[in-house]
């Protein structure tokens, strides 16, 4: 059943009542609004969209985030991997501080190891303490990089950028959309979900934006941000792993690497050994998703399964039209 047509008002009032500060309702009421694919509306700001609840931790965040120079941050396109690519790191920054028996990725979900700093952190609380979190400090965003708070660049510190062929993540972002919706709001079509991705129109999207802007930083500063394609993760793990070790500023050593570390932290990592954990099949976020949204496929290129050839013709178009001269493909 499609949404029942609701005016903007009616939408944004609906938004207003989730406790939002001043600023933040000002600003809703001047940038531009659009459906979005759950329940509530979509703002755009700085170029991105976002729904009202996350506008106000992005604000939050970019207005009281420090960073520290040696903070690492992850950073994805949303439905890139983003949860793969918090256990992997997870469980690289500390490797020598659990065995594979008490290892937390065993009762937790990588999200609330890792979490998202306009989301969990800057929603939740308006000034979480971060004096809790191990060294180094790991954090994730799915900010754009035009929205990140000012302290990360001018620090210098490390960002990881994950991003995932768009016809991919849009699909997976399709599937997780309908599985946040309500009887009441019914199935989100492919087509309709289709048209608004194209025009950019969802979570943080453009996506296409997104990632050429990571893209376009890793050239300009490869000591900064590492680009990486979930593609080039499922292709070759254990050498991408290496080099975001290296990344890291903590690399495996050659004992490491005869003893079998890398393997043993892909393992633990692999879609199929957390997607069957009782935490993630049964268990549920601090935010509210089930943990099982998560996991899906975790595979390249299922997007054939779905697209019409009047959409992949379409994803080629804007995809040459935004990637054109940069050198970047998938
Ligand atoms: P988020 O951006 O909302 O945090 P994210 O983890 O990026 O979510 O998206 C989930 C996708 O990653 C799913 O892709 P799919 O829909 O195409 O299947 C999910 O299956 C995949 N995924 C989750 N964990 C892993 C993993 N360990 N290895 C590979 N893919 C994974």
């Known amino acids: 059943m499609p949404i029942p047509l609701v005016t903007s008002s009616n939408y944004l009032r609906q ?6 500060t001043q600023e933040c309702k000002t600003l809703l009421s001047t940038v531009p609004i659009d ?3 759950v329940a509530t509306n979509l703002f755009q700001y700085q170029g991105f969209w976002h729904t009202a609840t996350q506008l106000q931790g992005v604000l939050t965040c970019q207005q009281h985030f420090q960073a520290k120079p040696d903070d690492l941050l992850l950073i994805t396109t949303p439905k890139s991997g983003t949860t793969w690519l918090k256990a992997v790191a997870f469980a690289t920054v500390n490797r020598n501080r659990y065995s594979s028996s008490d290892h937390p990725l065993l009762t937790t979900n990588p999200h609330d190891l890792v979490p998202f700093l306009e989301r969990k952190l800057f929603i939740d609380n308006q000034n979480p303490d971060l004096t809790s979190f191990t060294y180094p400090r790991l954090f994730s965003t799915h900010l754009p990089y035009v929205s990140l708070p000012k302290s990360v660049e001018q620090l210098g510190c490390k960002m990881v950028y994950l991003c995932r062929d768009p016809r991919d993540a849009f699909i997976s972002l399709w599937h997780f959309t309908n599985k946040l919706r309500t009887q009441t709001l019914g199935t989100l079509s492919l087509e309709e979900a289709f048209e608004r991705f194209c025009r950019g129109v969802c979570l943080y999207g453009p996506a296409w934006d997104h990632i050429m802007d990571y893209w376009k930083k890793s050239l300009e500063r490869p000591e900064n941000v590492f680009f990486l ?6 292709a070759q793990p254990s050498v991408q792993l290496k080099r975001l070790a290296e990344f890291f500023g903590c690399p495996f050593s050659k004992e490491e690497e005869k003893k079998g570390v890398v393997e043993e ?6 879609f199929d050994h957390l997607s069957n954990l009782n935490v993630n099949k049964t268990g549920k976020l601090s935010s509210g998703e089930e943990n099982s949204t998560f996991f899906r496929k975790g595979e390249v290129g299922d ?8 959409m992949i013709k379409k994803f080629e178009q804007i995809t040459e039209e935004k990637f054109h001269g940069s050198g970047l493909q998938f």
């Open 15 to 20: 938004d207003l009542k989730e406790g939002l």
């Open 35 to 37: 459906k979005g694919w």
């Open 229 to 234: 394609k979930f593609e080039e993760m499922k």
């Open 265 to 270: 932290i892909l393992k633990l990592c692999s």
């Open 303 to 310: 997007w054939i399964n779905h697209l019409t050839p009047q």
